[in-house]
């Protein structure tokens, strides 16, 4: 009897563990709407313009940590070629001690995007992973990044 009462102890032990566990994480979710629709200026091109171009985005900050999500529809590229511009929210990024933050993307021509903030410009730029644009017509481009504001 000794033996089943103190399984039966370490259970409820264990339940109300688990109990806590659960309670934290809850304290620990991302509230319901934190994140917040950005629509930023018109992306750009680093030669040439865009016949038409758009960009729908989101954003949320988490202290000095800013999280940029986004998709930019390319329907008419007119003369835009070179690497892909989109604005950032306001804020200035913090210097990474010379270098880039960088993120990640895709185009639906199924390739994969490199994307990069430089600390001193107001827009994120995006290439395909190879180095080549991925400026195109009729291309919707994902990007994401994370990096620090000032």
């Known amino acids: 009897m000794d033996k089943l009462m ?14 806590r566990d659960v309670d934290e994480l809850k304290r620990r ?15 750009t091109a680093s ?3 865009f016949t038409t171009v758009s960009a729908a985005c989101r954003t949320t900050t988490f202290g000095k940590i800013r999280v940029y999500s986004g998709l930019v529809y390319i329907e ?11 604005p950032i ?18 185009s639906t ?10 600390p001193s410009n107001s827009y994120i730029e995006i290439l395909l992973y190879d180095g080549t644009t991925a400026i195109a017509s009729y291309v919707s481009i994902s990007f994401n990044i994370v990096y620090e504001i000032q």
Do not use: H
């Not at 979710?29 to 992306?43: H, Q």
């Not at 008419?76 to 989109?86: C, F, N, P, S």
């Open 6 to 19: 103190a399984t039966l102890l370490k259970m409820a032990k264990d339940i109300a563990d688990l109990r």
């Open 47 to 49: 030669s040439g313009t």
């Open 109 to 118: 021509v199924g390739k994969i995007c490199d994307v990069f903030l430089n």
């Open 89 to 106: 929210p306001t804020g200035t990024p913090q210097s990474l001690s010379g270098g880039y933050w960088t993120g990640s993307g895709r």
């Open 76 to 86: 008419d590229k007119g003369t835009a070629a070179g690497t892909l511009r989109v």
């Open 29 to 43: 979710e991302i509230p319901a709407g934190l994140w917040k629709a950005y629509t930023p200026a018109t992306p």
